[in-house]
């Protein structure tokens, strides 16, 4: 995650512990990469990945509470607020999450695109005070964009050539099984129109076959064309 988006959003909606960048795998119970950024701004170095660590309280906590809220309902979009869950100190105090992390007070998680088994997230974490509805509604308002330039930010760090928007849509219906003329009738253009961009974007990852050229590609797609998971 570049630094000046997280170096961006502690000033949008400023926190007194950190805001930071979380990679995890979910079915080996370790996380494969963090970094924050602390009040000043200071810059905490990237860490991980981490071994797997089951026991560790943190990982026996994670289904059971808000921070694996989006995993458990589907919904990547909706940015999450751990006072949705705690309302109140004793909510708060009564949560395991305070015996793993009890400088947390407040966290808000903004949910990024992430392989099966997998989440990555971008958290706001506050030692006082809670957030309010308007520090939610800038974070709703910034996630789209802030998903956007995190996926531009991969699909550059894994050489995968700039795709155009028709291209990302042809590739995207070819990932979901659709034949070329089904694609064509879909987007009701002819199939020579479909063949000849998909020989392009075959040309442009310097693959042979539509089945590597989703491979390739389609982890960093745009987000509108991601499937929540």
Request: proline share 9%; with cysteine; aromatic share 6%.
């Amino acid at each position: 995650m570049p630094w000046a988006l997280l170096e961006g959003l502690q000033r949008l909606v400023p926190c007194d512990l950190e805001v930071n960048y979380q990679h995890h795998e979910l079915r080996a119970s370790r996380t494969l990469l963090i970094h924050s950024v602390e009040p000043g701004p200071r810059r905490i170095d990237p860490a991980g990945p981490a071994p797997s660590a089951p026991e560790d309280p943190f990982w026996q906590y994670w289904w059971h509470g808000p921070c694996s809220w989006p995993q458990r309902s589907g919904d990547l979009r909706r940015v999450v607020d751990t006072g949705d869950f705690l309302a109140t100190e004793r909510d708060r105090l009564a949560d395991p999450i305070c015996e793993v992390l009890p400088e947390l007070r407040a966290a808000m998680i903004m949910s990024l695109p992430a392989a099966p088994g997998e989440a990555r997230r971008v958290v706001l974490m506050r030692h006082s005070g809670s957030f309010s509805e308007r520090d939610r509604q800038i974070a709703t308002l910034l996630r789209p964009h802030l998903q956007e330039i995190w996926l531009d930010a991969e699909r550059r760090r894994a050489g995968v050539p700039a795709l155009t928007p028709r291209e990302w849509e042809l590739l995207a219906l070819a990932a979901n099984g659709l034949s070329y003329a089904a694609i064509a009738e879909q987007l009701v253009i002819s199939v020579g129109t479909v063949r000849k961009h998909m020989e392009h974007v075959r040309e442009r990852l310097g693959v042979h076959s539509i089945a590597a050229a989703v491979a390739v590609a389609m982890p960093h797609a745009p987000a509108h064309l991601w499937r929540p998971g």
